[in-house]
């Protein structure tokens, strides 16, 4: 007889198998559909998605639930149960009007802001916005009222279960305490030194050629996974067939390639996860904020070090061509410029945790209820004026328009780029500890012990523990800032 | 209230935004997914047709049927609601159980003869076919008895709905009776004048830019499709998004490029098959043979004539670089050369059905229970030295092992490919006596009418119409193949 276990894995089986298709329909989309394709793989997504709601919010599964409650399971059978359950609450919980209307008002705000933001049409644009935001606090209140928490917390919980805006006050204040100052004298440093520009063209086909050695110098697993060119880079796929991205400029080799590695991190993840639960909630990435840890792990921690940048320098001149911007100093310092912009995505690793702790204290007051869209131009200035000097009044297109998050409500998000960017450097610092000699392994280009760690750390466990008691096991304490400034400075302000 | 013809129409428009999911997969796998995507691909696939087949077959929708019957409906929606109840009970009378055997069995045989065919392995290839045979026999079974027709002949309903052994065998007669002779006249003909090789290395990205410029010619929609590479070309996606392929070899850029005409042939159909109905089954191409008709429409009546192989040569030439053997000439007589030999997707248009004739016979015998799998190589040779002169004794390999239809249980299929061939030239017919000066405007490029006409006559209609009341429509006649005949004396015996 069929267990209400195993009941309900295969029905989740099979939600990972129609997940499987829409994933590969969305890369697709971005990779390679014909425009006028889009309307119609539009409609296909969408019943695809109504569809895959229904199986996940079919009545049937709660007294699966109830009965497998009493089944005797082993370990990871219990928390892949109630990741079941989990995903199972998260779906019931919003009744299918409001995710309609969401999904709606979203593609709607953010179809309109593709035309308004060139345009700095702030006015447009937070007529929608206000929709999305109306909708969103009423999708909050619902999560709220059945987790207890705040609305804001409850929206942070989708991205990274657990997370409370009560310790995130707490650890962007510590941040806020000492990164401002840290900035100023990094960049007061770097004064001291001319930053040399290397000339392009860069030839696209080489600098492919590059991105894919370097995928191969991290150890992506090219039977499982490829990489392609998109307008906005990504990781996409499935775990057996893992699709990254990057764009290319002629005239700078060195933000496609660091795209390459940021997604190969996120990609290395993916292939990684443990094969053996396959098509399982507990055998996916733990959350969206471990998910950005493994992709800064790669591309802050190893990508953009001194040893890491020494051991891939012969093969950039290699292929980039000799030029004295690209004598091995120079590269390196090309690669560790900080320099505060408008730009978020542009952002260094410096400037990049203002631009989220800015995001986070608005979206929170935004979904509390606290301030109005109004709201956000003058927040927006005052705070971009405090932290980074930056003003932006009036320009709405490089201030609060820039990012497409808030236009689909995902409000949450925004705090778990810096969460990853601290995990990434306290499970370095644990790197550091086990692997004493890492740094010389690093510049020989002998990586496979780091993997080796990560695999056995963070990679193979999926989602079989709490995001902190995954930090812990792997590095002995839960989140401390400690390690992200320890590293900052290590970095920047060292001589 | 929702009508029952709503609902089916609902029900079979969830179908298609289902089949576009599959379709794009299904481009994927063949042109971009890296080699260890495929098992997950696979199941993800299988769970797709597993539902498709759910939903298709609900018992609910006996009730629609019998209610949208009694409603008032429009000339359209009576066809659709037809082809609706056609798809419904095929797939209904076919037990899940004998679908999943076929499927697997189909697929055991396909992924042994991989191996086998390099192998010329006869032995182990027939074992795994007399199981794909044993399951289309009962296949055939349950089809003959709901339609009351011979178990091949229900195969063939599949394929070309309507269409029965004893109009093939009368058709395939009549050309068995003078297309031998021809054959050989040709070939006599063609060793008076020797043909000249053209010499390679033909650049991949010249032969690229060769096929885009061509599917430009023949008015391929670019924001609705496009061009890729793939093992075995096909013509895939969606009508809003067709996928095309092709492969190239260094040393022939013709096979490519005719490739690339002939599937522009399918693309354009799909293109431009009837928007206002799209989803429903009436607006689905009307049968496999239909397909192929627009397919060798482009490739026979239009691509390998002189007058398109005329407007066409400056662009060979200025891409594949000039030399002796791309005169004009000579490129006309590569284009139409005649030469009989073992493998069907090489074959020329003249040898072409005698490859197809012979393995309707043997796949009709086979269902029909007259002939047996061990049976197949001995009468293969006889008919292949009788139609060809061609002797594969022994030669599994370039002999009944060297197609993959059977391997599938894809019986019936085999006879679409000389229908096709035979509803183009009588199109072809149709559109010289509609548009006298066609030869000229084809020299010119000028092909426009040539579309309209097509467009008139055969795409905007669907499945609007039973094939034999298409072509009456079309061309004044039902399928006559002395339209053919007169197109292939045309080309190959006249002065
Ligand atoms: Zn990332
Ligand atoms: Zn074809």
């Known amino acids: 007889m069929t267990s209400a276990y195993q009941e309900l894995s295969r029905t989740f089986q099979r939600l990972s198998r129609f997940g499987h298709l829409g994933a590969i329909a969305g890369v697709d989309m971005q990779t390679t559909m014909p425009p006028g394709g889009s309307q119609a793989r539009g409609e296909a997504m969408a019943e695809l998605s109504v ?8 009545k049937r599964l709660g007294g699966l639930f109830d009965a497998a409650q009493q089944e005797s399971l082993n370990d990871v059978e219990q928390v892949n149960l109630s990741e079941m359950q989990r995903a199972w609450q998260q779906a019931t919980l919003l009744p299918a009007s409001l995710v309609e209307a969401k999904s709606l008002a979203g593609s709607r705000c953010e179809h309109a ?104 110098t991290l150890g992506f697993d090219f039977n499982h996974g490829r990489l392609d060119v998109s307008a906005h880079p990504f ?9 990254i991205t990057t764009r290319y400029n002629e005239n700078d080799f060195l933000s496609a390639m660091m795209g390459v590695i940021h997604e190969t991190g996120h990609a290395r993840y993916e292939q990684n996860l443990p094969k053996q639960w396959r098509g399982q909630p507990v055998a996916q990435a733990r959350s969206t904020a471990i998910h950005e ?37 120079n590269f390196i310092r090309q690669a560790q410029r900080v320099k505060p912009g408008f730009i978020r995505v542009d952002a260094d690793e ?38 980074l000097g930056i003003d932006t009044r009036g320009n ?18 925004f705090p778990t780029y810096t969460l990853g960017a601290m995990y990434a ?53 839960a989140l401390n800032p400690r390690y992200f400034r320890q590293h900052l400075e290590q970095r920047y302000l060292s001589e």
């Open 113 to 216: 802001w593709r035309q308004q933001r060139p345009a700095n049409d702030w006015q447009g644009f937070s007529a929608n916005l206000k929709e999305v935001v109306k909708l969103s606090r009423e999708e909050a209140q619902l999560r709220a009222d059945a987790l207890g928490v705040s609305r804001y917390d409850a929206l942070l919980d989708v991205f990274e279960p657990g997370m409370t805006s009560a310790q995130l006050d707490q650890t962007f204040g510590d941040l806020k305490s000492w990164l401002p100052d840290l900035l100023q004298k990094a960049v007061a440093k770097q004064q001291q030194t001319p930053i040399a520009q290397p000339v392009g063209p860069f030839a696209i086909e080489s600098q492919k050629q590059l991105g894919l050695s370097v995928m191969k």
């Open 350 to 387: 410096l400037s990049y945790p203002a631009h989220v702790i800015l995001r986070y204290e608005i979206e929170r007051a935004l979904i509390e209820g606290e301030i109005e869209v109004e709201d956000i131009p003058a927040l927006w200035d005052e705070k971009m004026q405090q932290s």
């Open 51 to 58: 569809f895959m709601h229904e199986v996940l919010t079919d």
């Open 235 to 243: 990781c996409g796929g499935v775990p057996e067939d893992v699709r």
């Open 293 to 329: 840890s493994q992709s800064l792990f790669m591309e802050m921690q190893l990508g953009r070090s001194e040893a890491f940048l020494q051991h891939i320098h012969p093969q950039v001149v290699a292929l980039m061509g000799d030029q004295p911007a690209l004598a091995l100093n």
């Open 396 to 413: 709405y297109r490089d201030g609060c328009m820039q990012d497409i998050h808030w236009t689909d409500g995902a409000f949450g998000y």
């Open 425 to 477: 450097a306290q499970l370095f610092q644990a790197v550091k500890r086990a692997i004493p000699q890492v740094e010389t392994l690093i510049q020989q280009g002998e990586l496979q012990p780091v993997f080796d760690w990560l695999q056995q750390n963070i990679w193979q466990h999926g989602s079989r523990f709490p995001t902190q008691q995954l930090l812990i096991n792997a590095t002995g304490e």
